[in-house]
């Protein structure tokens, strides 16, 4: 973690009772493995091993820790666990530590158990056979931890404007250096390393996408040159204390002559502007999720180019990079307060070129909070 904002271990407390509540009403208990859940409700950032680590959560008793022995100190360090709100249970390198989750457990009666969704299927299959898990009676966490997951709390939200800031700071800096004849994996290697320096723990993802290359939404920095006179599609980020960054902007590389955007480029552009604009600008809480989809399809369609506006608007996002709430077609789940999610329409032309605009907002009781700054003008470069 960083010297920046962070997570109290108070904070992990009442997340972990949140949780426990609705265990009791609901007569369930949450098996949660390594993963973004078990760091939400602990702020453990356990190593994903082949050896077992569960938390076990149930109303009204202690959650228990289950970890291997080596990984006790590292268990012991995180925040709730620390502060004591959660017991650990150690394994050794030679116990079953399947055995270990079901005595510890004991008898759940009618209770019914909830595996976190990233649970590898061999820790899945062990808990089945040794009668934890029964065949069609057992579901997944994210029933109860992902509505609770997508509402960030105060800290959150300074974590992921921290990050947004600084993935600002990293496109800024690269649309001012030069660009004209790098390959894409040169500049996404510049972009990694800044990335980290500006306070990142890790880059996680760096798109650069030039010419026809800009067409492709997930196109990865390939070996091509960029040339003068077309756009690059950048869409960077990675974690800070945990929490993800993701930013697009699309720029136009002159170069030194006569080499400036055409009418079609400049007309996609402000389309996708307009579109992310006011997509951000419908961001209300109890709002449904696809409106904000409709309105930016809605903006693009009318230009006519609907057809090429090939993916969704928007993913939440947080200890995870893609999360609820999903800003899509077909999911009318109310915005909460807390919310934080992308807003990111674009228009592909495939073999031409494509444009991109992608920020990182939060549903506030007034409505949306820009984590990113970065300017979403057209920016035309020299780029050498
Ligand atoms: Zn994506
Ligand atoms: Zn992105
Ligand atoms: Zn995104």
Redesign the pocket.
């Known amino acids: 973690m960083t010297a920046g904002p962070g997570i109290s271990h108070d904070r992990y407390r009442q997340r972990l009772e949140g949780v426990s509540d609705r265990l009791g009403q609901k007569s369930e208990v949450l098996l949660v493995g390594v993963g973004p859940d078990l760091r939400w409700l602990t702020g453990y950032a356990a190593m994903p091993l082949e050896r077992l680590t569960m938390l076990l959560l149930r109303a009204d008793e202690r959650p228990v820790l289950v970890v291997p022995r080596l990984e006790r100190a590292a268990a012991a360090a995180a925040p709730a666990v620390a502060a004591e709100h959660v017991e650990v249970v150690t394994w050794e390198e030679t116990e079953d530590p399947i055995a270990l989750v079901a005595q510890t457990l004991g008898s759940l009666g009618d209770r019914r158990p909830l595996v976190s969704d990233l649970l590898p299927a061999t820790f899945v299959l062990g808990l089945q056979q040794a009668g934890v898990l029964r065949s069609g009676e057992f579901g997944l966490a994210s029933r109860i931890l992902a509505p609770l997951r997508s509402v960030k709390d105060p800290e959150e939200v300074a974590l992921l404007r921290e990050a947004a800031l600084a993935a600002d700071r990293v496109i800024e800096a690269i649309c001012d250096g030069p660009l004209v004849g790098r390959k894409e994996r040169d500049v996404a290697q510049e972009i990694r390393a800044r990335l980290v320096n500006e306070g990142h723990d890790e880059a996680s993802f760096s798109i650069v996408g030039s010419g026809p290359n800009s067409a492709s939404?997930?196109h990865d920095a390939s070996e091509r040159f960029i040339g003068a006179g077309e756009p690059v599609v950048f869409?960077i980020g990675g974690t800070l204390g945990g929490y993800v960054s993701?930013i697009t902007r699309t720029i136009w590389v002159a170069g030194t002559g006569a080499n400036g955007p055409d009418p079609q480029f400049e007309e996609i552009y402000q389309l996708v502007r307009d579109a992310q604009e006011r997509a951000v600008e419908a961001v209300a809480p109890g709002i449904a999720c696809e409106r904000l989809d409709e309105t930016a399809r809605g903006i693009i369609a009318a230009g006519g180019y609907g057809e090429q506006f090939i993916?969704r608007t928007g993913?939440g996002i947080g200890l995870e990079g893609?999360e609820d709430p999903y800003i899509v077609a077909g999911n009318q789940e109310a915005l909460p307060v807390g919310a934080a999610f992308s807003v990111?329409p674009g228009i592909y032309l495939e073999g031409r070129y494509g444009v991109r605009i992608e920020d990182i907002v939060v549903c506030t009781p007034g409505g949306p909070d820009l984590l990113n700054q970065a300017p979403r003008e057209l920016l035309v470069v020299g780029g050498v």
Do not use: K, L
């Open positions: 939404p997930h869409d993701d993916h993913h893609h990111e």
